[in-house]
């Protein structure tokens, strides 16, 4: 009984975040109508059976933020029968000491918090011994510490040129697909006459100055950010990549875990 009401939740509440999805894509402006707006449904602290709800609801994309819990998912029986084409993304503070207990998780898709070039020097140099075919790279994001906070982590802004200059060229390994911010939390962009998230405009400058170092259309680099609170804020400026939780899958508990 129990169970099946928890059902009925996760996917009213998958529907109903794609609903807004859908609904901020269309109200966006002109010359961004053509970038995808993708979901990472974040379970993180939430049982498989929920994972399974969300899978059989269509939903491809969940997101992680620590190594143990994800690698623990990674290999729990049920998500590997049940959700063959799951894409794992890990969103988390990455340590040197965990990269390969990360890299070896089944249907690990993408690391979206890469924030030091060690870092990625580590991943590439331990993805080529782990990976299984020789020509997949494993897809990376830089994370960018917008709002400056010392307890966040993530690139500083000014480094990203740099970063992802040295990604591109001496990781083969990686694939750079991205920008990702966490961003200052409780930014009322609700209020009249707010200005858009000095976060996300943050990574949209970021994004434009490392595309233009590079050469490259700034489309050809997704930003990942956008959350519950604001995830509709954040496609209305261009995210292509929203990592959403409590709005599916209903608060955290972390007394829980
Ligand atoms: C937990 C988490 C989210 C999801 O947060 P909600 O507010 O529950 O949507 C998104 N991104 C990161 C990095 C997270 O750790």
Same mark, same amino acid.
């Given at each position: 009984m129990l169970k099946t009401m928890m059902d009925v939740d996760v996917k009213q509440g998958l529907r109903i975040v794609r609903n807004r999805i859908e609904a901020a894509c269309q109200k966006r402006k002109p010359e961004l109508q053509n970038v995808k707006a993708n979901l990472v449904a974040v379970s993180k602290t939430k049982p498989a059976e929920m994972i399974v709800d969300c899978y059989d609801e269509g939903q491809r994309d969940f997101g992680e933020n620590y190594v143990k819990e994800l690698s623990e998912k990674g290999i729990n029986e049920e998500i590997l029968s049940k959700c063959k084409e799951i894409r794992w993304h890990f969103i988390g503070h990455l340590q040197n000491n965990k990269v390969n207990k990360l890299l070896k &998780?089944?249907?690990?898709?993408?690391?979206? &918090?890469?924030?030091s070039v060690e870092l990625a020097d580590l991943l590439n140099k331990n993805w080529q011994k782990i990976r &299984?075919?020789?020509d997949h790279r494993m897809k990376i994001m830089i994370q960018v510490n &917008?709002?400056?906070?010392?307890?966040k982590s993530g690139a500083d802004p000014g480094t990203v040129n740099g970063f992802g200059t040295h990604v591109i060229?001496?990781?083969?390994?990686?694939?750079?697909?991205g920008l990702m911010t966490i961003g200052r939390f409780g930014y009322n962009w609700r209020d009249e006459g707010a200005p858009p998230n000095p976060d996300f405009l943050g990574l949209i400058e970021c994004r434009a100055a490392l595309c233009d170092h590079l050469g490259?259309?700034?489309?050809a680099m997704e930003l990942s950010m956008g959350m519950s609170d604001d995830f509709e804020h954040a496609i209305d400026l261009g995210s292509g990549n929203v990592r959403v939780g409590s709005s599916i899958f209903g608060h955290r508990n972390y007394n829980d875990k």
């Open positions: &998780t089944p249907n690990l898709y993408m690391i979206e &918090t890469v924030d &299984t075919e020789s &917008t709002s400056g906070e010392q307890e060229e001496k990781c083969p390994n990686l694939e750079l697909v490259i259309d700034h489309v």
